[in-house]
């Protein structure tokens, strides 16, 4: 098995922890933080998708899924500090 073929499988194991992490919170913001995790370990499958196969379309995926997370997790954090300031 090559570097990238091992890199793909341990990526592939982190994506059970996270959804669990994002599922069993305990918090709004652990959820974040796993949902967070997840798009970036896509992010990262479907790079070294990219460089296995040698299709660079999947870059491009990876890199709209990256502009994608990187919006939802600013969108998430400005929801989580909005609610926190209405108990004041």
Do not use: C, N, W
Request: charged share 10%; net charge neutral; aromatic share 10%.
């Amino acid at each position: 098995m090559s570097f990238l073929g091992g890199a793909l499988v341990v990526l592939m194991l982190t994506i059970p922890l996270a959804v669990y992490r994002l599922v069993k919170g305990p918090s709004l913001a652990d959820r974040v933080v796993g949902l967070d995790l997840i798009t970036s370990v896509s992010v990262a499958l479907a790079a070294l998708y990219a460089l296995v196969s040698g299709q660079t379309a999947f870059l491009d995926v990876a890199i709209a899924l990256a502009l994608f997370a990187f919006l939802a997790t600013l969108g998430l954090a400005r929801y989580i500090e909005y609610r926190g300031h209405q108990g004041e």
